[in-house]
């Protein structure tokens, strides 16, 4: 099973070059493999699948070769509504009849937990359900390390022993409701499949010795296009210790990344010899190839080809043949079409009644796009790691569909990667007379939330919020480092990611009013950012209570009841730097502003950032300032005869994204006036006083004055919150009552203190 010499990289969606045997013995009769890869299909039941299905045959019929076709994961889960409706048993049916040999689980086939795995999704032995091998060698009992799926299958393809070994990402724990994984736990998938293949290459009959080894994983890079292999190896993490797997592993197929490309990646130990890494994007939009040739004494690898060929009838492999001429072409492609059409017309009838009404489109965050007139175009949706107008949509309905008597929850908050559809304000009369412009069908609105979560009430303290806001930047090695969270539109916060862990959300306000770290808020949220899901581990610190709501039902009702519904493009989170927490009247504000603009389609680009104070029933506009490329530089001064308790604003527009500052109370002082000596022995003697004004606030500045026994002395400059003075000499003995009172200044209040000096004979 030794590599071979790449001669040549191109890029990701193109045939790589035939490669030259390291071998300097050219086997006698060398066995070419077929390998064909799928992963994250998602359950992707609609009327693309017939073409997709004959690309698969396609590539299939193009040679005599024997074919082996392997899955990454996620095939199931997080699926379209034609599936989803049925629990995903269509997607399941169709990959039964397209003959999927093999594939990792992914973090999504456990959606419905390990149970309904297991029982269900595969079944008993004696009655399968999916007839493809579902491997998981590094999904263990729980406390052991015993796995509960098989590690690998064999094949023998033309008297070549192939071995595909399986695993998933390390962060499925997170991913999953925790609830439904109680029995079982996610091992290093690397380590896993390492431990496999060196069981299947050491010369042991008894182990099932393989000569070709294949190692499919639902993880992989976190980017494909745009990027390269040894770029997204230096970033360390899965994806480089997959790449980093023994030199028994031949080829290997990724997933979970929904990433497209077909690389060439250096063997461990090998200088100059390289096996192809290949994924094929997302949604059926690809079907990935790699064609290896071996040595079938040997088990050498003697050449490879790797790529990712387009759908056919799409612009990357266009077509002018029909479902017909597939199927003629093909004849497994018309029981498929009899299962998807089924599938279809159930979804048609549950699926097509009108519930909701949308002005224009609500949709996740793109990237790639840009802005124009119609605010934000084009690009590629469900970019996680930015806010969006459906996941703050998604929030607000969270927050108000939970019924009086279940409870009220403060605000709600919503994970990115649960938003699975868009919300579009054009229709398709084509699939639905009833989907006219601005409509929301009951499919449409389903394919938003296709989880099922049940919705949970959460009591979290106001600091406890806060470490769930701090848990959006996810661990270091996570395959998203940032994960934005969805809010209902009663909260705001900003963030300043300069600053150390656990320090940068900067400020919280909930309802007007900043988020009291003590106080306890009712968060309405999914089970599954409930039990912990994603890395929000924080949720977990809080008493909840589950609702008995399903998501979906609450979302519809939502859509009915506020129809049309219209998206809100203010952001809920802005990036500051330098933002103070709060300001006095007559300081200086010196901040940026970034990330005020969404990237949901329609969003405008913000113009501007007009900044107002607020304060003892008076409104002052305090300046105006350029947003480019959603950021802005501010730069005002408070005025100095504003009261406290008031607010500055800074509102992006034409956005309305708003951030806000307290302008703070002027702080009661600490005064404190000691006397040196505080016993004169003549008549005639002095004292110096020493003066202290101290705030929790700025330096206090000012005067102080001084009294003597009731009488007007002198008052005094402050030099850094202190000052001296002499009193004396005295004209008669006893006791002295000095009164020292400071008179305040923009941000410390008045306040006084009082001490004794003691006149007597001398001794």
Do not use: C
């Not at 963030?495 to 106080?519: C, F, H, L, V, Y």
């Amino acid at each position: 099973m030794l590599g071979v010499i790449a001669a040549l990289t191109l890029s990701p969606l193109t045939v790589l070059t035939t490669l030259t045997a390291t071998s300097a013995e050219a086997a006698a009769t060398p066995v070419t493999l077929n390998l064909l890869a799928i992963n994250d299909f998602h359950g992707r039941v609609n009327s693309n699948f017939v073409k997709w299905g004959a690309t698969i045959e396609s590539l299939r019929a193009e040679t005599t070769d024997p074919s082996l076709m392997v899955g990454a994961g996620d095939l199931i889960g997080a699926s379209e509504f034609a599936s989803a409706i049925q629990q995903d048993q269509p997607t399941i049916d169709v990959l039964n009849l397209l003959n999927l040999d093999a594939s990792a689980v992914g973090n999504h086939e456990f959606d419905q937990g390990w149970a309904d795995l297991r029982d269900r999704v595969i079944g008993p032995a004696a009655d399968r359900n999916a007839l493809w091998d579902y491997l998981g060698a590094n999904v263990y009992a729980k406390g052991t390390q015993d796995p509960v799926l098989p590690e690998y299958a064999m094949y023998d393809m033309n008297g070549v022993d192939v071995a595909v070994v399986g695993a998933v990402t390390e962060e499925t724990a997170s991913l999953v409701s925790p609830g439904g994984i109680t029995d079982i736990e996610f091992g290093n998938p690397a380590e896993a499949v390492n431990r496999v293949a060196g069981q299947l290459s050491d010369g042991n009959a008894a182990n099932g010795e393989a000569e070709v080894i294949i190692a499919t994983f639902h993880a992989g890079a976190s980017k494909g296009a745009g990027s390269d292999f040894a770029t997204e190896y230096a970033k360390g993490g899965e994806f480089a210790q997959i790449a980093d797997l023994d030199a028994s592993v031949d080829v290997i197929f990724n997933g979970h990344t929904h990433q497209a490309y077909a690389w060439d990646a250096p063997v461990p130990g090998q200088p100059g010899v390289t096996r192809p890494m290949v994924q094929t994007g997302q949604y059926a939009d690809n079907v990935g190839q790699v064609k290896i040739t071996v040595d079938p004494d040997t088990g050498d690898v003697l050449s490879y080809t790797a790529r990712n060929v387009a759908r056919l009838g799409t612009t990357g492999n266009p077509t002018a043949l029909t479902d017909a001429d597939f199927i003629a072409l093909y004849p497994v492609l018309g029981p498929v079409k009899t299962v998807v059409d089924a599938a279809l017309a159930n979804a048609a009838t549950v699926g097509n009644v009108p519930i909701g009404a949308v002005t224009s489109d609500i949709t996740t965050a793109f990237t790639g796009g840009s802005y124009g007139p119609a605010g934000y175009t084009g690009g590629t949706r469900d970019d996680r790691a930015s806010e969006s107008t459906m996941g703050d949509l998604v929030a607000n309905a969270l927050r108000d569909g939970i019924p009086a008597d279940l409870g009220t929850p403060d605000l709600a908050l919503v994970n990115p990667g649960g938003l699975r559809a868009e919300l579009t304000y054009a229709g398709n009369t084509a699939i639905n007379p009833a989907n006219t412009d601005g409509v929301v069908t009951y499919s449409e609105a389903n394919g938003v939330l296709p989880f099922i979560n049940n919705l949970w009430l959460i009591d979290l303290t106001g600091d406890q919020i806060r470490q769930v806001l701090e848990q959006q930047f996810q661990p270091a090695g996570a395959a998203r480092p940032f994960l934005a969270l969805g809010l209902s539109d009663n909260v705001t916060a900003t963030i300043d990611r300069s600053k150390p862990e656990g320090q940068r959300i900067t400020s919280i306000w909930i309802d007007g009013a900043q988020m009291d770290p003590n106080a306890t808020y009712t968060v309405s949220t999914f089970s599954f950012l409930g039990t912990g899901g994603d890395n929000f581990g924080a949720f977990t610190l809080g008493t909840a209570r589950d609702t008995g709501l399903v998501d979906r039902d609450v979302w519809i009702k939502y859509l009915t009841d506020t129809q049309p519904t219209s998206p809100d493009f203010a952001r809920q989170i802005v990036d500051e730097t330098g933002l103070p927490s709060q300001v006095y009247a007559g300081e200086s504000i010196n901040a940026v502003l970034s990330k005020l603009d969404l990237t949901s389609l329609g969003s405008p680009a913000n113009t501007d950032v007009q900044v107002t104070a607020y304060s003892g029933g008076q409104t002052r506009q305090l300046g105006s300032f350029p947003v480019a490329a959603g950021s802005a530089t501010v730069a005002v001064t408070v005025p100095g005869d504003l009261t406290a308790g008031g607010r500055i604003e800074f509102v992006a527009q034409p956005s309305g994204t708003t951030v806000t500052i307290p302008l703070a109370a002027r702080r009661t002082p600490v005064v404190d006036v000691t006397a040196t000596p505080s016993v004169v022995q003549v008549r005639r003697g002095t004292s110096t006083l020493s003066i202290h004004v101290s705030a929790d606030g700025p330096v206090p500045t000012g005067r102080v004055a001084i009294w003597v026994n009731g009488s007007w002395l002198r008052s005094v400059a402050l030099v850094d919150g202190s000052a001296t003075t002499v009193v004396g000499p005295f004209a008669s003995l006893g006791q002295k009552s000095i009164r020292v009172r400071y008179r305040g200044d923009t941000y410390t209040l008045p306040g006084s203190d009082t001490t004794t000096i003691t006149v007597r004979r001398r001794r």
